[in-house]
């Protein structure tokens, strides 16, 4: 059977949510929240719209506050792009991974081929079986210390070729504040 979608919309503290309920074969209530502010569930044909608008409101405070950050972003005044060769980017990513790798070489990783190239889902991938970096083009849009966390965290994949509590556990203890770093790349739309 063909997943079935409809708009609902339900009221909390006076304010509106509007979302797109889509019925498929699932065993969850999935609840998401799309970049451009769209709030989107997924549901068995099995569960009621009442329990749904319910769940919905349930979770109001989360949705609102997403909301509210999308309409924030929608109104930054957003710098123009400056073009950056291609040349300049891969002298940058490589500059900073010669920064980053003396953290490894303890562990006998060896110096890896660092590579760039346009991504659309991701900021960077290790091939820890050829030796090989890559890096999106557009990780040069990011804040510098967010550009080390992705490295660090691909180089960490040489160790741990995985996103295990192991792996975590290294990044963590090479660069605590990590999570900050990495939420400075929040701002740049892959």
């Known amino acids: 059977m063909k997943d079935q979608t409809q708009i609902r919309e339900i009221s909390c503290q006076g304010r509106t949510i509007e979302y797109e309920l889509t019925r498929k074969k699932v065993k969850n209530i999935n609840l998401r929240i799309k970049p451009e502010g769209k709030v989107c569930v997924s549901a068995s044909r099995a569960v009621s719209v009442r329990y749904l608008d319910e769940f919905v409101a349930s979770k109001q405070e989360f949705i609102f506050q997403a909301l509210d950050k999308f309409e924030a972003r929608k109104k930054e ?3 123009p792009k400056v073009e950056v ?25 060896k110096y890896p081929q660092i590579k760039i190239r346009k991504m659309t889902s991701r900021w960077g991938s290790c091939h820890y079986n050829k030796g090989t970096i890559i890096l999106n083009t557009r990780l040069i849009e990011a804040p510098r210390e967010s550009i080390e966390y992705v490295i660090l965290h691909e180089f960490a ?3 741990h070729p995985n996103h295990s509590r192991q792996f975590y556990g290294l ?4 660069m605590p504040d990590w999570k900050v770093r990495k939420a400075g790349l929040e701002h740049i739309y892959l």
């Open 77 to 79: 005044v957003i710098p």
């Open 85 to 109: 060769s291609r040349e300049v980017i891969q002298a940058t990513f490589e500059e900073i991974s010669r920064e980053i790798y003396p953290l490894f070489q303890p562990y006998g990783v």
């Open 171 to 174: 990044v963590e203890s090479l």
């Open 157 to 159: 994949h040489f160790i």
